[in-house]
């Protein structure tokens, strides 16, 4: 087996896909450190020369008014102590909570991406794994070898396996080294909020917690992996249904981007929640946005991304071991 | 022959969205036997292929290669197994020698020293590490034989070998499938639809149309079986009457008669012909090409 995936990498590398695609990841993440430091710098504009540590007094002083205040929720008023003792955690240890390192930069980065950017990046890679060999005719040779059919399939599944998690440390590596330059590499150890869960228009706050960045990013990118493999196999299977690169390609598209519009307008139609492209932005659930359609968590979201993603799984090893090949 | 056959098809059909396309082929290869496969554009030669080497599946009928079941032992029947189906499709991202390894790494009982071995065999030592999207066509088609032969196979299954190759190309590709039969006492099944092809590589021919084989047998005995008289005689219609009445008579080109060969009755014919007064101006026989042998199996279907 080892052999077999061996090879699988092999003609992944010769085909250069990888490459482009970190190409690609270089290109995009000075972007938008420009982008993020500009920001920054306009936001710095704004508040004139200020220290930013006054600016954080004053918005300590502001939430211990309002908590003072008696005629406050009770959730709400969890959720101001939390945010009062993150804002005063971030005074005592010199933070500057606007002045974002590498890390945040990372974090920020990888929220983003996860719905749209990530998946494309994972589809270009997989899409042509299997109907590559359809089309060039190599099944022929790759499938009259002493091997059985299911281990062939499953070497490449490995391999895109492989494939997928190298190009999600990628962005890690990347946009951790790259935004550095500008932001600092420092960070890791600030604080974040997170637990927080949405019922209806409200923001549900019993859970929630502090916990260091890396340990939200480690969370997060744990996300982006998992979602990029039920992408990953999904394409994987269109990639053994169909013989053309190109329907692949253009099936997942279509779908990715409409999980993206979908995701925007369909809070009303609530079974579109069982679509797996409505459920991508898994990162959300840890920042605590609010979801498209209500009913739906994280726990949710990664159930009908399993579903999805098993179900994708066995299609692709079925009809593979049996199919006949013309 | 008390030999194991190396490969065995029986009653083979494959019915494709409801429509029969390949209706009983049975036919076996003995070791060291080059095998024709001979059929017009769909007669259903690659869809046998494509059963024997296991890409799709039988409707019914087994197939043996090396006494091995496709289907129920099929990593033991595809070690005995080296084959080209159609195009030799190759990864032209890779150099010949990628694409080999690639093969290798596939079975693990191939040591890696056997690669050189098939790249002399095939004569690709001077580009084995070029690309093989800069291959010309007979580069392609060695470089496929030479993954076929990695496995050191019992059975060489090649369809339409020479197909795209120059006449030196087919030359060498016809010595060297021989070569193959005769020193590695390899069997080779061999498709075409070109007759002289097969007529001058192979030792048995199978003739299959519309998905059935007509004829199996020696190349020799398809064409002395076949063996004709050519009459010219006068008065011709004459002629034709005498003859109908103790043979098959058909009429040839340039006012000539047809009959079937037939030593010991000659004498009789003949003699028969010139007491009535027929003048027989020639008479000869004829070895027919397998071609028109090919044309009247198949009632004429027309080919290439
Ligand atoms: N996937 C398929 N679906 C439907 N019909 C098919 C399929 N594959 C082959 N056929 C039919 O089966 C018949 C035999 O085809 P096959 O390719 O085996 O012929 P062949 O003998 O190899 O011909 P050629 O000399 O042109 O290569 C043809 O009539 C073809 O139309
Ligand atoms: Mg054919």
Known sequence: MINLVRNEMLKLLRKKRLYVIILIIAFLVPLFTYAQFKEIQDQREKMGNQDWRTTLQQEITDTQNRLSSSRIQDEWRKFLKIRLSQQQYYLENDIDPRAPGAPTFMRIFVENSIDLLLPLLVMVIVADLVSSESSGGTIKLLLTRPVKRWRILLSKYLAMLLSISFIVLSVAVLSYGISGVVFGYGGWNMPLLTGFTVSGDELLTENVHIVPQWQYILMEFGLVWYVCMIVGTLTFMLSVLLRSTAAVMGIMLASLIAGAILANMVSSWESAKYFFMVNLNLTNYVSGMATPIEGMSLGFSMSVLAVWGIAGFIVAFVTFSKRDIY | ?304
């Not at chain 2, 003995?30 to 799709?56: C, Q």
């Not at chain 2, 093969?103 to 030592?125: A, H």
């Not at chain 2, 470089?143 to 030196?168: M, S, Y």
């Open chain 2, 1 to 304: 022959m008390s030999q194991t056959p190396a490969l065995e098809v029986k009653n083979l059909t494959k019915k494709i969205k409801g429509k029969q396309i390949i209706k009983g082929v049975s036919f076996t290869l003995v070791p060291g036997e080059v095998f024709g496969f001979l059929g017009p554009n769909g007669a259903g030669k690659t869809t046998t292929i494509r059963m024997i080497v296991g890409l799709i599946s039988p409707t019914s009928g087994t197939i043996k290669i090396g006494g091995k079941n496709v289907r129920t032992e099929f990593t033991e029947a595809m070690r005995h197994l080296g084959c080209i189906v159609e195009n030799p499709e190759l990864y032209p991202y890779l150099t010949g020698w990628e694409n080999l390894i690639h093969f290798q790494k596939m079975d693990s009982s191939i040591p890696k020293t056997r690669l050189n071995e098939v790249i002399e065999l095939v004569g690709l030592q001077n580009r084995i590490h070029d690309r093989v999207s800069t291959y010309s066509l007979g580069m392609r088609q060695r470089l496929g034989i030479a993954q076929a032969l990695l496995g050191k196979p019992k059975v060489l299954i090649l369809d339409e070998p020479t197909n795209g190759l120059d006449p030196a190309g087919i030359r060498e590709m016809r010595e060297f499938i021989r070569q193959l039969a005769r020193d590695e006492n390899l069997s080779v099944l061999v498709s075409s639809h070109l007759l002289s092809e097969i007529q001058l590589m192979c030792d048995r021919v199978a003739i299959i149309s519309k998905g059935s084989v007509l004829r199996t047998d020696s190349v020799d005995n398809l064409l002395a079986e076949q063996e004709r008289v050519i009459w010219r005689a006068e008065p011709i219609q004459v002629a034709k009457e005498i003859l109908s009445m103790e043979t098959e008579v058909t009429e040839g080109p340039d006012h000539t008669l047809i009959t079937l060969y037939n030593e010991p009755l000659l004498p009789d014919w003949n003699e028969k012909l010139v007491k009535a007064g027929v003048k027989v101006k020639e008479m000869r026989t004829q070895l027919p090409s397998l071609e028109d042998l090919f044309l009247e199996v198949t009632g004429g279907e027309s080919i290439d």
